[in-house]
């Protein structure tokens, strides 16, 4: 048998002899670790391995940072076989039985989804201070015809380990395809190839490769030759999932959903939604021609038309399922398809305005734009775009201007109490309501907006009055920025509603109504305010002037990069300027980063899924608006080997954003050490590594360290250098 030699754990041996004294010294007393469910509890909280229900997997290169008890654990199974396992590379715990397996995959390193050799198990089960044996078996697949197989490789080891972001990467492709949402099918090989060729792709080396099948590769080179039109097969286009659908997801988390809204879905596949949002307690539904053909069709509170217009082939009978949904509909309608964002289209056919996929399911594919235009004339609404390809269509125009006001809203806080002011003291819990009401509106409630104005005029006489206590024990500067804020959010909404049609002023929410008064003194005055405002952003000059003068963000020769929390704390300009991109075509789904580009009427997202937890966190994904024309382009990092990263986290967020000191700190320490000095240098991942051994430099746990093995005489050079920088 092949076998893949890696090096033995480093296991802290006097560490391990503490906790197995019990065990030794008193062979006829169980050791806490035979207790049931306590190797599963350590298991399930393991922060290194792939979890199953009744296992955990780990790498032998893993081995040495799993928990003390793991490791204890593993030790007492390695002392029963002494020799022979040089060539087990993965471990399984068994977590509810007494057991360890050693598992063989002598090309876990090379083969994208390697194939098991060979599998040792150890069962205590019946030995522990009985002195009967375990019992030990083996297994043999080199000659399975059909072998188990290992995916998500990267779930195995730890970030250090040397393929780490290879299998990674890997792994987001295939995810991205949904290749690993089939996992009773997919764990051995004649599974997996079947799911690839089903799929159309291949895998090479680690990479997915996605190749033309042969009808197409025949009408590319003789255009004129006459195909057959396959049948459409639409029910092979629903997908199995893990968890809610993007639309569905986006409206609980925009709080459409309460205690008593009902829900459909139209074209609900298999039924994922339904399923769901029936366990969370809402009453819910839905329909599908291929899998629920015979359910009703049901009036709901929000309905849900998923991805299923760009799956039906036919024009008239698309526009007849999105006019069939809002009819459906009592308050707001989930509309979502696929849009194009690239021009990729191998492997398929063009067929009427759309594609047909291997699978022989219709595929239509929207430009953003087109498809918010689609919507609003097939329906005749006003859709709000909330991410590429996802509109929410609201029933009732009033409850659709109030959701447009709320995103406009800046996260604000209540002024703490500074001053103890006896009077405010004696009514705080009354006044309490208040302070609430005037930090979300940046004003005083009119008559009938307070539930508590009764009691609070018993004692005050007027809400002003009441008002004038709470100044007394706040900050009255931080009253008046709130109000400022208020301002700028509701100029925001306005600007925002001159892209399309602007509601009338009956439309508006009975607040919003209440805060023009208040602010602008009326709408007519309002609106003109927020359109000279608009207007003059087609100015790039004031843009730059505005990014330039920003006390948030990162600035470069010809942009402004914020991060997408501190979005509501910039200059409303800019709030108003990037609006112009959110409003029509959403904001991309994840996006970390937002970049005003100074030089260009544009604006682009940029999505670092580990900003949080990298010190320099990899660019994956970025999409670019140009406002000219509202074209979109997105560009894909994932495949790159060397891709762009993030310096200086805490120039992008504000003070009060989790993590801000920590990424500060390190900050600093890398500017003292030089890493800064060649920006060129350091803009993609490699040249940031090669920068770090250069300085002789290692960051572990957001602090920066001598490296070990750095070459003595180099790290005299670089100390000298530093010093000399200090002088300086």
Not at 131 to 160: M, Q, W
Not at 261 to 289: A, K, M, N, Q
Not at 402 to 417: G, H, Q, Y
């Amino acid at each position: 048998m092949n076998s893949c030699s890696y090096p033995n754990p480093d296991l802290p041996k006097a560490e391990l002899e503490v906790l197995s004294a019990e065990c030794d010294n008193n062979p006829q007393q169980i050791s806490p670790i035979d207790e049931p469910g306590f190797i599963e509890n350590i298991c399930q909280q393991s922060l290194i391995g792939k979890k199953l229900p009744n296992a955990l997997y780990v790498h032998i290169w893993a081995i040495a940072k799993l928990d003390p008890i793991l490791r204890l654990h593993y030790e007492r199974f390695s002392q029963i076989i002494a020799t022979g396992m040089d060539g087990a590379n993965i471990i399984k715990f068994h977590t509810t039985e007494p057991k360890i397996s050693y598992l063989f995959y002598p090309d876990f390193d090379t083969n994208p989804h390697p194939t098991l050799r060979a599998s040792v198990q150890i069962d205590l089960q019946n030995s522990c201070g009985t002195g009967v044996s375990p019992v030990i078996s083996y297994r043999d697949y080199s000659n399975a015809e059909n072998p188990p197989i290992l995916h998500r490789k990267e779930t195995f080891v730890t970030p250090d380990y040397p393929q780490y972001v290879e299998f990674e990467q890997l792994t987001r492709q295939e995810e991205k395809l949904g290749l690993l949402d089939r996992t009773s099918v997919i764990g051995t090989r004649k599974g997996w190839l079947q799911c690839l060729e089903n799929e159309g792709v291949e895998i090479q080396g680690h990479r997915v490769v996605r190749y033309m099948n042969k009808g197409v590769q025949e009408q590319e080179s003789n255009p004129n030759s006459q195909l057959p039109i396959p049948k459409i097969e639409r029910h092979r286009a629903a997908i199995v999932r893990s968890d809610f659908s993007r639309p569905v997801r986006l409206a609980l988390e925009a709080n459409l959903f309460n205690d008593n809204t009902t829900f459909f879905d139209y074209g609900c596949g298999h039924g994922g939604d339904v399923t769901r949002l029936t366990e969370r307690g809402y009453t819910s539904s839905g329909w599908d021609p291929y899998y629920f053909p015979n359910n009703s069709h049901n009036i709901a509170d929000i309905v849900n038309i998923g991805y299923v217009i760009n799956v039906i082939e036919f024009i008239d009978e698309r526009r007849e399922a999105l006019q069939t949904a809002w009819e459906l509909t009592s308050q707001v309608l989930l509309v979502s398809a696929q849009v194009l964002i690239d021009d990729e289209k191998q492997g398929q056919i063009a067929y009427g305005d759309g594609v047909i996929t291997r699978h022989n399911t219709f595929q239509k594919y929207y430009e953003q734009e087109e498809l918010k235009i689609y919507i609003d004339q097939t329906i005749g609404v006003d859709s709000i775009p909330i991410a590429l390809g996802i509109y929410f269509v609201f029933r009732d125009e009033n409850q659709a201007q109030n959701f447009r006001a709320s995103r406009c809203r800046s996260r604000l806080s209540t002024p703490r109490v500074c001053t103890e002011v006896k009077h405010f003291e004696d009514y705080k819990d009354l006044l309490a309501p208040l302070m609430a009401f005037f930090t979300e509106r940046g004003r005083l409630p009119v008559s009938g907006e307070l539930a508590s104005e009764a009691e609070i005029k018993f004692e005050f006489g007027k809400i002003s009055r009441a008002f004038e206590v709470i100044l007394q024990a706040t900050d009255r500067e931080e009253w008046d920025e709130i109000t400022e804020k208020r301002r700028s959010d509701l100029l925001l909404y306005l600007a925002l509603g001159k892209i399309s049609d602007r509601p009338k002023f009956r439309d508006l929410a009975p607040a919003v109504k209440h805060d023009i008064k208040a602010f602008f003194g009326n709408y007519n005055l309002a609106c003109q305010i927020s359109d000279l405002i608009l207007f003059s952003l087609g100015d790039l000059s004031i843009i730059a002037k505005c990014c330039e003068e920003s006390a948030i963000g990162h600035k470069r020769a010809n942009s402004l990069y914020i991060h997408v929390s501190a979005l509501s704390q910039l200059d409303y300009r800019l709030r108003i300027y990037e609006g112009c991109a959110s409003r029509t075509i959403g904001r991309m789904d994840g996006a970390t980063l937002i970049k005003f580009h100074t030089n260009k009427p544009k604006i682009s997202y940029l999505f670092y899924p580990y900003f949080d937890t990298e010190p320099h966190p990899v660019l994956y994904t970025s999409m670019h608006i140009d406002l000219r024309d509202l074209h979109v382009t997105y560009r894909d990092y994932e495949d790159f080997e060397d891709p762009p990263v993030w310096h200086r986290k805490e120039t992008v967020i504000t003070p009060d954003y989790p993590g801000y000191h920590k990424f500060a700190k390190l900050s600093q320490q890398e500017e003292n050490r030089g890493l800064f000095d060649d920006w060129n240098a350091i803009k993609t991942l490699k040249g940031w590594q090669r920068c770090l051994e250069e300085h002789c430099a290692e960051i572990r746990n957001d602090h920066l360290y001598w490296r070990k093995d750095a070459d003595p005489y180099r790290v005299k050079l670089v100390r000298s250098a530093i010093r000399a920088r200090k002088k300086k």
